[in-house]
């Protein structure tokens, strides 16, 4: 669903219709964005209530000439993940449970059991990955690969120059490989669904 700056108006102008509107479109990127910053599903709702209802306090602050408002509410998503300071273990959570809260599983429609298993296995070791980086790390990631936004963005998000977002990222993918080929350490399907390690 496109939503258009009529509806956007709307919103700033105080019409609960138009923020509902608003709040179907934005509320999976929220969620996604809050689950993987503080890793709990309980946690992530939390942080749910508090983007929207900060996003409704600060609708008239919202200057559509200054960027996108997608941009703007993942700016308020973070703050309210980095206020706070209690970022728990993705492992804690199963993607499984999250999905069912917005949290997006891989297609599984029309694929063998093998292809399914092995998208939701990579989901989960990338997920649980992530939670080994800190939160300046974890957030430019997180935007990027999950909320798909442009470095340019993510840099207006975090209050960053836009090279210190390059830099973040190289680093984190750094981590990132090396903490899931440790995991991995070269199992096979059959391995993985036996519980064999072959490291």
């Known amino acids: 669903m496109y939503v ?3 509806v956007i108006e709307k919103w700033r102008s105080g019409d609960v219709e138009a923020f509902e ?3 179907q479109q934005y ?5 996604k964005t809050a689950y993987l910053m503080v890793g709990s599903k309980e946690e992530a709702e939390d942080v749910l209530q508090e983007a929207f209802v900060a996003m409704w306090r600060s609708r008239k602050t919202f200057d559509p000439d200054k960027g996108k408002l997608a941009t703007w509410l993942c700016r308020i998503t973070v703050n309210q993940c980095n206020s706070r300071r209690r970022v728990k273990s993705v492992a804690s959570s ?8 917005g949290f997006d599983l891989p297609d599984t429609e029309a694929q063998e059991p093998d292809e ?3 998208q939701r296995w990579e989901c989960e070791q990338m997920v649980k990955a992530i939670s080994t980086l800190d939160s300046k790390h974890r957030a ?3 935007l990027r690969y999950f909320g798909e936004l442009s470095y340019e963005e993510i840099a207006q998000v975090l209050g960053i120059p836009l090279g210190t977002v390059k830099s973040r990222l190289s680093q984190s993918l750094r981590t990132l490989n090396q903490v899931i080929d440790k995991d991995v350490c070269g199992e096979s399907v059959e391995s993985r ?3 064999v390690r072959r490291c």
């Open 94 to 101: 199963s993607l499984e449970e999250a999905s069912s809260d």
């Open 193 to 195: 669904r036996a519980g």
């Open 116 to 118: 399914i298993y092995m």
């Open 21 to 23: 509107v608003l709040f």
């Open 140 to 142: 430019t990631v997180v």
């Open 4 to 6: 258009t700056m009529d």
């Open 27 to 31: 509320y999976r990127l929220v969620f």
